[in-house]
């Protein structure tokens, strides 16, 4: 009775309900639950089975919880899987079921689209949202979380059901930001985020160019491009080709390119054309162009080398093409600039000094010498092979220097059509050399060279050292330059025979002006005397002879005699037995040892004895030095070479003297290209501390040379007069400050009254700086170095100073920078003045000078002064005095 019941009452049930299973969205998982309770049905044997449209799905059956259930899982279902759904419980004969229907809806979403855009700056923007899905509920949009609207002021439209959203005129500044899609379904909300930001097409801003579109050959131009787009525009410079095709310029060596900057190095003709340059970013490109135009140096056409006889005329022919005025042109020759007649018929020329200076001087056809030359600098640019020249001419000595500044007015240029022409009447030797031809335009200077040469005989110019010292199987190198027109032959003989390279040992290599010989590894017939020849068509040059020296251990001297040449503080000794033919087995210097005390034969010289060395080069004595007054010595000398050493001589006696005057100064050296100066090195003391230095400048009238008459030379010409120290020893050991005194009013007396400048310095001192000497004169300095036992030996230069020399150095700024500091502080003490009378006076300046020459004009007694003026009547009155004047009344 009780199983009866049961089944009577029993139903299955399905969960989620049929009136939750109407709006399902594909994607979703879902669970279905068939299930009968225990309660009702007992613990017989339950079958449940789920059907879809009348096909049986799964058996699956579980108990839980008091229930028995079986269960049918959705994972991801889709549209597909739409339908009926029957779960059918069976218990024993008695079917029971349940049906549900399941529909899926395509789930809302979004067509795979960009998450960022970028509309152009103002123009309508449109931001689509492809959307996907059934019974889609609303489409709405956000910007920054904030719903947009038709009715929004901004002014947004909608299309295609709110898909499209429009923005009219998109204006980044106001516009840009995140702006969301959003999808309703099943009151469900999805959304997609697009961030929109606006871009610009490039507007090109700037875009400078070379000064009148055009560059100068040689040198550089630079354009530069400049624009404005979102995102930022990159660059490009292109240039028409020959054939009007544009051609990308890419960054080199030629081309420099650095964001929208073009520079173009060392132009050319081909440079020359149209460039444009063009700014792009993703909305799009622009461009603009600009031409180039090539302003060329003057063309010189390759000058040749002219050889000519000693006395002929020769001429130099310089042609010039120019595609515009030439503003200069002219030939240089030796550091002279020649340049043609101008319309005065005057040849102007510049003299470049050793300070990169020129100095310009006019030489007019009457040969008028102007009194005082003209300088002035001159800014020239030096190619490179004009730098080496004047590197070279760094090496030459005082005298080529000295010819260098004179300046050779038997030289003429002029202008013959396009052609300059120097022309030497009358050639000499000093006219060979180098000449460079420049010309000057708009667009720079270009130069070529060529050189005169003159037929002579060789002369050497430049020869190894007469006397070579080497060691058997070391190397040796000689050599000899000569100058000669034409080339001349040369050869090294040894002995009476030519010396002929073999290959491995003897080299010769050999140029038009050069020969030179080298020894890899001497040998014992390697060494001897060489002769170096030169001869051509003109004649030959006198030998220029060698010695390659074999060394072997130095010989010992036979005599050795210090006692008759000693000095205060150093001894000369005078050295016999070196043969001059000998001078392999001569010593390079001599190991000195010495004591002051007499020594025993048990004396250890080598340990206790002090040692120096001393230099052994004439082969017939050395000098001692560092030694000290009225002292006696013992001496022993030691014969050292490159070979080894000889023996110790025996001892060597000597006493040195009282201390002298100190030796002359012999090396100063005065430059005067600003303020002038004087340098020079200590002298020997001569035994007694040097305490000062005394420098006597005057102004002489003594005649002068060509060159100072000509020209000025920034450099001064320094004529030395020293007198000699072999003369009278004792004489200059008893000069003394007071003979020097009296000796300058002896020379008052004889009538030099000449103005002089004497200038007193410490021992210390070795440098003084001559502000006080005027420009352009000429003057003597006479130096002498001063001790406790009297004054040196005089020694005497004569110089020049320069025009920028003396007092104008004191006044360094130009003329109206020294005018307008004088106006300012004139300013500044008016002011100061009158300041100070109204403080005092209770007016200006102007205003008291003025009322003090009236009372000086108006002397009569007045009523102000019997005191019975009114006292309104006074200028400078009170209010208060005022006020009781007007009571009085």
């Known amino acids: 009775m009780y199983a009866c019941e049961v089944q009577e009452s029993w139903q299955p049930r399905v969960s989620p309900p049929a009136n939750q299973l109407e709006r399902l969205a594909t994607g979703t998982d879902l669970y279905l639950v068939c299930q009968v309770s225990e309660t009702e049905v007992g613990k017989d044997n339950v079958e449940l089975l789920w059907y879809k449209d009348g096909t049986a799905m799964t058996r699956q059956k579980i108990r839980k919880n008091g229930f028995i259930q079986a269960s049918l899982a959705f994972v991801k279902p889709t549209k597909a899987e739409t339908g009926n759904y029957t779960c059918k419980a069976t218990i024993g004969a008695e079917n029971k079921e349940e049906t549900v229907p399941v529909e899926f809806f395509e789930r809302a979403g979004f067509v795979e689209s960009e998450s960022s855009i970028h509309p152009q700056e103002g123009e309508n923007a449109k931001i689509t949202c492809e959307t996907i899905g059934d019974r889609l509920d609303e489409i709405f949009w956000l910007k920054n979380g904030y719903q947009l609207s038709e009715a929004d002021e901004r002014g947004y439209q909608f299309e295609d059901d709110y898909r499209t959203l429009i923005i009219p005129d998109f204006f980044g500044e106001k516009d840009d930001g995140n702006y969301s899609c959003n999808v309703v379904q099943f009151a469900q909300i999805y959304s997609k985020d697009i961030s929109v930001t606006a ?336 001869k051509n068509t003109q004649g030959s040059a006198e030998p220029a002879v060698f010695e390659i020296i074999k060394i072997v251990p130095p010989k010992d001297p036979e005599a050795i005699s210090c006692a008759d040449n000693v000095y205060p503080n150093f001894a000369v000794c005078r050295l016999d037995g070196y043969d001059e033919t000998k001078r392999g087995e001569w010593p390079t210097r001599f190991q000195v040892f010495y004591t002051n005390e007499e020594p025993t034969e048990e004396f250890d010289w080598e340990n206790s004895a002090t040692v120096t060395e001393a230099s052994f080069v004439d082969g017939k004595s050395v000098k001692l030095t560092g030694l000290n007054t009225e002292q006696k010595y013992f001496a022993r000398i030691l014969a050292v070479n490159e070979a080894g050493e000889g023996e110790l001589s025996g001892v060597i006696p000597f006493e040195t003297t009282a201390a002298w005057t100190p030796e002359p100064v012999i090396d100063a050296v005065i430059n005067c290209p600003d303020v002038c100066s004087v340098n020079w090195t200590i002298p020997n003391d001569r035994g007694a501390e040097i305490t000062g ?32 120290e072999n003369d009278d020893d004792s004489a200059a050991e008893n000069i003394t400050a007071e003979d020097f005194t009296d000796g300058e009013e002896e020379d008052d007396e004889s009538g030099d009254v000449r103005e002089q400048i004497t200038i007193n310095v410490g021992a210390d001192d070795h440098h003084v700086d001559l502000p006080q000497l005027l420009p352009l004169r000429n003057y003597e300095l006479t130096i002498y170095a001063i001790n406790e036992v009297g004054l040196s030996d005089p020694t005497t230069y004569y110089f020049r100073t320069t025009e920028k020399s003396g007092l104008a150095t004191l006044f360094p700024l130009p003329n109206w920078a020294v005018i307008t500091l004088f106006v300012i502080v004139g300013l500044v003490l008016a002011i100061m003045l009158d300041a100070f009378c109204c403080k005092t006076r209770h007016c200006g300046v102007l205003a008291c000078l003025t009322s003090h020459c009236r009372n000086r004009r108006n002397r009569a007694p007045k009523d102000i002064e019997q005191g019975n003026a009114s006292g309104e009547h006074r200028v400078l009155i009170t209010t208060t005095e005022k006020q009781i004047i007007r009571n009085d009344h």
């Open 693 to 724: 230095y005394k420098l006597v400048f005057r102004e002489t009238s003594a005649v002068q040379s060509e060159i100072e008459d000509s020209t000025t030379i920034a450099t001064p010409e320094i004529i030395e007069t020293t007198t000699d």
């Open 199 to 534: 871009y610009a097409r490039p507007v090109i801003t700037v875009f400078q160019v070379p000064e009148n579109n055009a560059g100068f050959e040689g040198s550089s131009a630079t354009f530069k491009c400049s624009a404005h787009g979102k995102p930022s525009p990159t660059y490009k410079w292109f240039k028409n080709d020959e054939d009007n095709s544009m051609v990308e310029l890419n960054a080199s060596d030629k081309y420099k390119i650095d964001d929208g900057l073009l520079g173009i190095n060392y132009l050319v003709d081909s440079d020359a054309g149209q460039y444009i340059c063009e700014a792009e970013n993703e909305v799009g490109n622009s461009k603009q162009n600009t031409t180039l135009i090539i302003h060329r140096r003057p063309k010189i056409e390759r000058m040749e080398d002219v050889t000519t006889v000693l006395g002929n005329s020769v001429e130099l022919i310089c042609s010039i093409n120019s595609d515009s005025n030439i503003s200069d042109a002219y030939f240089m020759f030796n550091k002279q600039k020649y340049a043609p007649h101008s319309k005065d018929t005057s040849i102007s020329y510049e003299t470049v000094t050793d300070d990169s200076e020129m100095e310009t001087t006019t030489v007019d056809d009457s040969e008028e010498e102007s009194e005082e030359a003209e300088t002035a600098t001159v800014g020239t640019s030096v190619s490179g092979e004009e730098e080496e020249e004047n590197n070279d001419d760094e090496e030459e000595d005082v005298e080529t220097r000295k010819r260098r500044a004179i300046i050779d007015d038997t030289i003429t240029v002029e202008w013959r059509d396009e052609k300059l022409v120097l022309t030497i009447p009358n050639a000499q030797m000093s006219h060979m050399g180098r000449y460079s031809c420049h010309a000057e335009n708009m667009a720079g200077t270009t130069y070529d060279a060529a050189k005169i040469l003159i037929t002579h005989a060789p002369v050497f110019t430049n020869v190894s050292e007469k006397y070579i010292r080497r060691q058997e199987g070391e190397s040796a190198f000689l050599f000899c330059e000569v100058s000669a027109i034409p080339a001349a032959d040369m050869s090294f003989e040894h002995g009476s025979s030519q010396v002929y390279p073999d290959g491995v040992n003897v080299q010769l290599e050999s140029t038009n002006d050069k020969l030179a010989l080298s020894f890899n590894s001497l040998q014992d017939s390697d060494f001897g005397t060489y002769q170096c020849s030169a």
